[in-house]
C-alpha cells in the first residue's frame, strides 16, 4: 500500500478542529457540572454520524482517480456492558468523489467496542470496529477508529465533534488497486434509550384534603352562687 500525507484542506481542518475540541472541553465542563448517569439507567443507545474527509492513499487518487472530497454517513445501534465500555452495531455508507466523473461508493457493516468514560455532562470516547464492505461487485475487510467527545445537551441526546479513520483492506496484484485510507471529520448524535420506572400515579382519593371535623361550642358553665349572703 502506497500513502501519501494528508492533503493540505483536511490538515487545515483537522488542527483547529483539535484545538477546539481542548478549549471547548474545559469551559462545559465548567459551565455544566451535570452530574453522571450510570449506564444501568441507559442500556441501549442510537448514534448518527456525519463525516467529511478525502482519500489519501496514492493508488485511490492516482490509479482509480478518486482524488476529490467526499464523506460517509453511519448509523449505530449499542448497548452498555460496564461503565465505560459498550458494544456496536454499525451499517455506513461512504462515497468519494472521483475527477473522472465516478464516485467512489463503499457500504459497510461491522461490530465495535466503544471505550466511553463520564465526567458529569461529558463523555470523550475511542471506537474500534471491524467488518466486510461492498464496493462495487468486490467485497474487503473495513477497519473503523473513531475518537471524539459527547456533550449532553438533553436528558436523552448528547452532541460532539469526532474524528475518523476508515480503512479497506485490499490487495488485488501489482500495479492494481490497494487498500484504501479516508480521514474523516465531523459530528456525532446519540439517543439515550432510558430505562427509568414513570412513577405511580398516586390515589387521588389519598390526595383529597380530609373533610374538617365541626365542633360545637363549648357551652358556658353558670357561675357558682355563694352559700351564704349577708343582708345588710
Known sequence: MAARSL????????????VALGSSTQAFAQANPIEARSSRDE????GLTLHAGAMVTDDQRGRLQVDRGGGDARLTFGGNM???????ITLGLLAVGSSAG??????????ALRVMPRFGAIAPYLAVS???GMTGRVFAPTFHAELGVLFDVAPEFALGPELGLTHVAWEDGLNQSSDAIFPSVGLSLRYRFRSDVPPTEPDPA????ESPVELEPATPRPEPAPDFVFSP
Open 7 to 18: 492533503p493540505r484542506a483536511v490538515r487545515l481542518v483537522l488542527i483547529p478542529w483539535c
Open 43 to 46: 442500556p441501549f443507545y442510537l
Open 82 to 88: 460496564l461503565e465505560w465500555l459498550s458494544g456496536e
Open 102 to 111: 465516478n464516485a467512489g461508493l463503499l457500504l459497510d457493516l461491522s461490530l
Open 130 to 132: 471491524v467488518g466486510e
Open 206 to 209: 389519598a390526595l383529597a384534603p
